[in-house]
């Protein structure tokens, strides 16, 4: 089934339902999404777009996102939603290595994509993208459930983005454990997007497409916590995805305004690891309006839920236990903890988190080594590492690799690395998350300068801007001798890490 289906069906059962806000303002209702969205995949088949073709999306969250997302599921085309904070440069790559035939964007993220890889544009302000809009729209393409509809690039370990396939399948699957396991959806509710729509946030669109529900984009195009109280207050109940560092900070915000979150009616977190002290706070101050879900691109919000209850219920005996887990494993997939030896371990035993069902991607895009790492007979190996309990719950321990998250998202550090490595005066160097408060981590960069060299942080700052998005680059640089090493010469990141953790 194509998931543009649901898209046909809303707008046939409730045609008059507001669909699309920009702000408080209205935009168009679900008649309206649905004929723009047609007409734009009629359009894009008939710029040569084929049923599997790859087409980008370089876009700030706008209810344009949802119009092109589905319009590209109209034509039968898979969508490759880039983050809009992105350097133009990383974008280009993902475009190069998904071999995408057109690139919507919005004005500020698409800035330079055309000196980094030639595609052809189109700007979702300009006439071009309007006159797309007008026309007839045909009903969507046949798809299957196993035909890719969105490539998700994670970023990997080795510094490349990997491309996820999301198939048509997996997102009908990943949707309809939403209300089963994550918060029952109504036509009254509203989808906000505070937290880039190229994620977790734009992956719950369908499920509130089906349900008629309203989509709320922020006329700020991102989070601020000021305008989603207000918003709330005029246009709830809302429902949002924030990373644990968003809900901290929402948190602050209404304590400081005296607000108490009317009209919002559910906030899930997940995508990294939330504190225990900072949930604790959001749920007296806000209430019973929280739930964490578990997932990763692999298998996209799909790992595991802790429901509302399991979140605000302080009377259970094992509340603060359930609080710091991740909860229980979502209705479409199975969670297992595997050894070394990849043989499943019992209640309590710590391993690598394994998981499988309809919401697990079959593959990378194109990248089989990655693939056969990934998926072991039939299991996602999720690279974290955690245990369940005998009721089935799961706590992550800790992450296998190093990747750093700050503010929610993931940053590799060896993508950084390799940009630090280019400058001449650099000799070596290793890149560490260091906890925040604010951000959940920093990035900092240990640096080791070529002999009677004196590079200075100003110039390595300025190197990272010209290669990686801002967000990427270190708040602090580090000079050192050397860099800790064990016997066979590989840096001890732990070291580092546990050397900055003394500091605090
Ligand atoms: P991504 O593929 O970018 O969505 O990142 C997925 C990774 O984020 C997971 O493999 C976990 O390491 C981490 N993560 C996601 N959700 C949570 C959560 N609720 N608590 C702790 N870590 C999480």
């Known amino acids: 089934m194509n998931m543009a289906q649901w898209l046909e069906r809303t707008a046939v059962m409730s045609p008059t339902a507001p669909a699309l806000f920009h702000g408080t303002q209205l935009v168009t209702d679900y008649a309206g999404f649905r004929a723009r969205a047609a007409a734009l995949g009629t359009a894009l088949r008939a710029q040569g777009i084929a049923p599997g073709d790859r087409v980008a999306i370089f876009m700030k969250n706008c209810p344009d996102y949802l119009i092109v997302l589905y319009g590209i599921?109209?034509?039968g085309a898979v969508a490759v939603p880039i983050n809009a904070k992105l350097h133009a440069k990383e974008a280009g790559w993902i475009i190069e290595n998904s071999e995408a035939e057109i690139a919507f964007v919005t004005p500020d993220p698409g800035a330079g994509l055309n000196d980094a890889c030639p595609v052809m544009t189109l700007d979702v302000t300009s006439p071009e993208y309007g006159a797309m809009l007008q026309g007839e729209g045909d009903a969507p393409r046949t798809r299957g459930p196993d035909d890719l509809a969105w490539l998700f690039y994670t970023s990997g370990t080795t510094g490349r983005p990997k491309g996820v396939q999301i198939t048509h399948g997996m997102l009908t699957a990943t949707?309809?454990?939403?209300?089963?396991?994550?918060?029952?959806?109504a036509p009254e509710d509203g989808a906000f997007y505070a937290a880039p729509m190229s994620h977790g946030a734009g992956l719950y669109a369908p499920i509130h497409v089906r349900m008629g529900a309203r989509h709320i984009c922020p006329a700020s195009g991102g989070f601020d916590s000021a305008e989603l109280l207000e918003t709330a207050c005029a246009l709830g109940p809302l429902s949002l995805f924030m990373a644990p560092t968003m809900v901290r900070r929402l948190t602050d915000e209404a304590v400081r305004q005296g607000a108490d979150g009317t009209g919002i009616k559910t906030i899930v977190y997940g995508g990294g690891p939330m504190y225990r002290t900072d949930i604790e706070e959001a749920v007296a101050h806000f209430g019973p309006r929280f739930v964490q879900i578990y997932g990763q691109g692999e298998c996209p919000m799909g790992i595991s839920a802790l429901s509302r209850d399991e979140v605000a219920d302080r009377s259970h005996p094992r509340w603060r236990e359930r609080l710091v887990s991740v909860g229980r494993a979502q209705s479409g997939v199975e969670i297992a903890i595997a050894g070394p030896d990849g043989?499943?371990?019992?209640?309590?035993?710590?391993?690598?988190?394994?998981?499988?069902?309809?919401?697990v991607m079959p593959s990378y895009w194109r990248d089989s080594n990655a693939t056969a790492k990934a998926l072991r007979d039939g299991w996602l190996m999720t690279g974290d590492i955690g245990s369940?309990?005998?009721?089935?719950?799961?706590?992550?321990?800790?992450?296998?690799?190093?990747v750093i998250i700050s503010g929610g998202t993931n940053i590799y550090p060896r993508e950084i690395e390799d940009v630090l490595l280019t400058h001449p005066e650099v000799h070596e160097c290793a890149v560490v998350g260091r906890a925040s408060a604010e951000?959940?981590?920093?990035?900092?960069?240990?640096?080791?300068?070529?002999?009677?060299?004196?590079?200075?942080?100003?110039?390595?700052?300025a190197l990272c801007l010209a290669e990686i998005a801002r967000f990427k680059r270190p708040k602090e640089y580090r000079f050192v001798a050397e860099l800790p090493k064990n016997n066979y010469g590989k840096v001890l990141k732990t070291d580092l890490r546990q050397m900055l953790e003394e500091e605090d």
């Not at 209300?179 to 959806?185: F, K, Q």
């Not at 043989?343 to 919401?359: D, K, S």
């Not at 369940?388 to 190093?402: E, F, I, M, N």
């Not at 951000?439 to 700052?461: N, Q, S, T, Y």
Request: glycine share 10%; charged share 25%.
């Open 439 to 461: 951000w959940g981590e920093d990035v900092v960069a240990f640096i080791v300068r070529h002999p009677g060299k004196g590079v200075e942080p100003d110039a390595l700052d």
């Open 73 to 75: 599921w109209y034509a």
């Open 175 to 185: 949707s309809l454990c939403y209300p089963l396991d994550v918060d029952p959806v």
């Open 343 to 359: 043989q499943p371990l019992l209640p309590g035993e710590m391993g690598e988190i394994i998981v499988r069902g309809a919401p």
């Open 388 to 402: 369940l309990d005998a009721d089935g719950y799961l706590t992550l321990q800790d992450r296998s690799k190093d």
